[in-house]
């Protein structure tokens, strides 16, 4: 169904981004939503109040976060996958920004995740300060490379 959602949204000139959204569709996909899923949940508690998911697109896993009772910000580049997101009416707080210059103040959020982003930042040191920046000093970050 997402793939659907993103053909419909972009061009042809992002083909990038469907396939990415068509990866998560396949088995492997899938199986690695779980792991990433299952892995998040062993880190989430109850001193955890805000937490920010940096190139959260879809809101794949944004929105099971945020069912589960957490305040969550959904950070994107691009504001087509936040629109999506938004249209699934969920509290996650959509927010257009980069993930190299956060719209956010210094120690905003209690838990960090960044899925499958690292790849399509420029200057992972500037990403690295500013995911610094926001994480309240005894917080937790939690970033992956996917499909390299």
């Not at 697109?57 to 009772?69: D, L, M, N, Q, V």
């Not at 959904?74 to 699934?88: A, E, S, T, V, W």
């Amino acid at each position: 169904m997402e793939v659907i959602l993103w053909m419909k949204l972009y061009t042809t000139k992002r083909v990038n981004l469907i396939l990415l959204g068509y990866r998560f569709s396949t088995k492997y996909g899938q199986y690695y939503t779980k792991k990433v899923k299952n892995f998040i949940n062993k880190f989430l508690n109850s001193d955890i109040k805000n937490l920010l998911d940096i190139g959260c697109g879809t809101g794949r896993f944004a929105i099971p976060i945020c069912k589960k009772g957490y305040n969550v910000v959904g950070l994107d580049f691009d504001r087509f996958p936040l629109l999506i997101m938004q249209k699934r009416d969920v509290d996650v707080d959509p927010i257009q920004g980069n993930a190299t210059d956060l719209p956010f103040m210094d120690e905003s959020f209690d838990f960090i995740i960044s899925i499958g982003v690292i790849k399509y930042i420029e200057h992972f040191d500037y990403f690295l300060d500013e995911c610094h920046r926001v994480l309240q000093k005894d917080g937790f970050r939690s970033c992956n490379r996917i499909y390299q």
